[in-house]
């Protein structure tokens, strides 16, 4: 009786699963593209906190394990474009739970991203990172459209002067010099530290607030945005945690107070906005992002009540939910890229040199480095951003599934053929296996920054291929609002380094400098995904800042 008890749920819970794995196969078959088959999926919250229970089956023999890769959400990250080159452009991810065809063929992406409105991310997906209230990433539709006109108005060029000025001063500041060698895991935390005071500063326009704590407060902005950011895996489990403090570990309790002052920060800044735009004036020459999305909303709350009387603006829970994920991304996207950037350029030396050359025309030369005049002229540092994302991208699957029948082309050993989706089954944006293409050409693989630049008549300029093959911004409508933000901030820093410093990979005892370099590649190459892309053996590798002598 005891033995009934324990394996008869057990033995209806395989029943139950293989049924609609068996009936998901079926389905899957009619598509006629290769098939990998899940016993589980990343979809299902249970088996995130199982899965790490379950590794040893990647060691069992005649590759029985290999399905167990797949189960992560980021595991294309560490696939990269292993499993296209094998199967191809497109193939189908079979578990329990559902369908999902992975697809990295550009114009089965281009008819994806383009057509945003009858290809939303599945509900679970989308809300995510909405704790704070909904935002542009969890709203489709005709919200996603109320959203989309109140924050794009925010990343206007005054914003970017900010950024731009910002990103100098606080790249000025880094003490390389005072700490010539750093490992990668050093490097991702003082980028981490930067990104955080260029997010409050240009979000929030808090500079002289942003270590004390004013009254009324039991964490300064800085460090309940920072705990928040770092732990953000664990803020989305946990962000709603109603029990009390003395039942909770330290981090838990951390959690709560940080969630919960930096919801208070953000309800006091907006008010005094609000209050601000009412008044229809601003006390200082620089608007945080906050402070021109408060001001676009309350112009739109105004202007749409007179002519409709239907809600057009945001509510203030929704200006919370927007700020947030655009520090999140912000957050995430700068300490990771320039992790990565700062590595690829200690391991390519005739790189750095490339981008010094540039550096010192334009910016070095430069006495006031002047946004609207020197940054269209870093077409280079640019490039080495768009080229660290391809081979470092923070979206490695990005999911969706169709409203209504859809249809999307596809490429098969045979020739391109159409396939139609219905609703309930995912498609998944393969980035890196677009990004790793043997369409970018023999170097696909390979770091060249060059690839990103044309020049006509002497004069470089940014080139990128149009069509499904680069996104790490996404494109259409719904590319990333974000997006000159993060190239401005990343092209200050970058330039205001290389103004001061050359970098090296750090030779160990006996090891040459080709010896070292090889190793760095090593290193950056293993890599795995949590929000953005991440070194797995970050203290591996370690560069030297060596200060260059520019008289």
């Known amino acids: 009786m005891f033995l009934y008890f324990v394996f008869g749920p057990l033995l209806l819970l395989a029943v139950h699963r293989s049924y609609y794995l068996i009936t998901n196969y079926i389905a899957a078959r009619k598509y006629g593209l290769p098939i990998i ?48 080159l094998r199967l191809g452009e497109n193939f189908v991810l079979c578990s329990p739970a559902s369908n999902a065809i992975v697809t990295c063929y550009p114009p089965g992406l281009d008819r994806v991203i383009k057509g945003h409105k009858n290809w939303p991310q599945p509900g679970a997906q989308n809300r995510l990172f909405a704790f704070y209230g909904e ?92 705990f928040i950011l770092k732990h953000i895996l664990l803020t989305v489990v946990f962000h709603s945690l109603k029990a009390p403090d003395f039942l909770l570990p330290g981090v838990l309790r951390q959690l709560k107070l940080s969630v919960a002052e930096f919801k208070l920060y953000m309800e006091e800044i907006v008010l005094t906005h609000m209050r601000k735009a009412a008044k229809g004036r601003s006390e ?15 112009a739109e709350k105004q202007q749409g009540q007179k002519l409709t009387g239907a809600s057009s603006y945001l509510s203030e829970s929704e200006l919370y939910g927007n700020l947030f994920v655009f520090n999140l991304a912000g957050f995430e996207t700068t300490a990771s890229t320039m992790t990565f950037a700062l590595s690829f350029l200690a391991t390519y030396p005739e790189v750095q040199g490339w981008l010094i050359e540039e550096v010192d025309s334009y910016y070095s030369s430069s006495k006031d480095h002047e946004y609207s005049s020197i940054y269209p002229k870093l ?104 997006k000159k933000f993060s190239q401005v901030e990343f092209v200050a820093i970058i330039a205001q380094i290389l103004s001061e410093y050359r970098i090296e990979p750090t030779m160990r005892d006996g090891e040459s400098k080709d010896r070292a370099r090889e190793r760095m590649v090593g290193v950056v190459g293993d890599k795995f995904f949590n929000i953005s892309a991440h070194l797995k053996r970050p203290e591996d590798g370690e560069v030297r800042f060596v200060r260059r002598d520019t008289k």
């Open 379 to 482: 077409v280079r540092c640019l490039a080495l951003m768009h080229e660290t994302l391809r081979l470092a991208s923070p979206a490695p699957l990005l999911v969706r599934t169709p409203t209504t029948p859809e249809e999307i082309p596809i490429i098969t050993p045979t020739g391109e053929k159409t396939l139609t989706v219905n609703p309930g089954t995912l498609v998944g944006i393969h980035t890196y296996a677009a990004h790793l293409s043997p369409r970018w050409g023999s170097d696909s693989q390979q770091f060249n920054p060059k690839r990103f630049v044309s020049s006509i008549s002497g004069e470089e300029s940014l080139t990128v291929p149009e069509g499904g093959v680069f996104l790490p911004w996404l494109f259409g409508p719904r590319v990333c609002p974000g």
């Open 37 to 84: 088959i899940l016993p589980a999926s990343s979809e299902e919250p249970w088996w995130m906190p199982l899965r790490p229970l379950f590794s040893w089956v990647e060691s069992l023999p005649l590759g029985l394990g290999s399905w167990y890769l797949y189960t992560d959400m980021g595991w294309s990250t560490v696939d990269e474009n292993r499993t296209a």
């Open 135 to 226: 935002n542009i990433a969890s709203t489709n539709g005709a919200d996603w459209q109320r959203h989309r006109k109140i924050t794009t108005s925010a990343f206007n060029e005054r914003s970017m002067h900010q950024v731009w000025e910002e990103s100098i001063k606080r790249a000025r500041s880094l003490n390389f010099a005072g700490e010539s060698v750093r490992t990668l895991g050093r490097i991702r935390s003082t980028f981490d530290v930067l990104a955080m005071h260029v997010l409050a500063i240009v979000g929030f326009g808090q500079e002289g607030t942003l270590k004390s704590i004013p009254p009324g407060h039991r964490q300064s902005l800085m460090d309940s945005l920072g």
């Open 284 to 298: 200082s020459r620089s608007t945080s992002l906050l402070e021109a999305m408060v001001t676009a909303n309350e």
